[in-house]
């Protein structure tokens, strides 16, 4: 069956980072695009960033456009998301997910399989 497993959260201070990984299988993960999503307390699911089954294409959430870089090793059926100059505002669990169809990034409802989430806390 399909398995996303994330890790790397924890806790960071304003203008830290972290590098989240998430582990995937049950699925050709080369054939997939992936994304990253977050969930603030009190608020809905955010998505955060996305990347192309190859690699080719990367695309991130206004919010986080140029602090945040996702990237993916298909030998390692992992992708990652490099988190830089953290934020309180990022403070949230973050999720993978497998990207099943071929509509927008943001529209959550193009992932079918979502991990369970790693949680990160930005304060200091």
């Known amino acids: 069956q399909v398995q996303l497993v994330e890790s790397g959260g924890g806790l960071a201070q304003p203008g830290g980072s972290l590098r989240l990984s998430c582990v995937a299988s049950?699925?050709?993960?080369?054939?997939?695009?992936m994304s990253w999503a977050r969930q603030a307390p009190g608020k809905g699911l955010e998505w955060v960033s996305g990347?192309?089954?190859?690699?080719?294409?990367?695309y991130y959430a206004d919010s986080v456009k140029g602090r945040f870089t996702i990237s993916r090793d298909n030998a390692k059926n992992t992708v990652y998301l490099q988190m830089n100059s953290l934020k309180p505002e990022d403070t949230a669990k973050y999720y993978c997910?497998?990207?099943?169809?071929?509509?927008?990034?943001?529209?959550?409802?193009?992932?079918?399989?979502w991990g369970q989430g790693t949680q990160v806390t930005v304060s200091s």
């Open positions: 049950g699925f050709v993960f080369s054939a997939y695009a």
């Open positions: 997910a497998k990207k099943e169809y071929g509509g927008a990034w943001d529209r959550l409802e193009e992932y079918d399989y």
């Open positions: 990347i192309y089954a190859d690699g080719s294409g990367t």
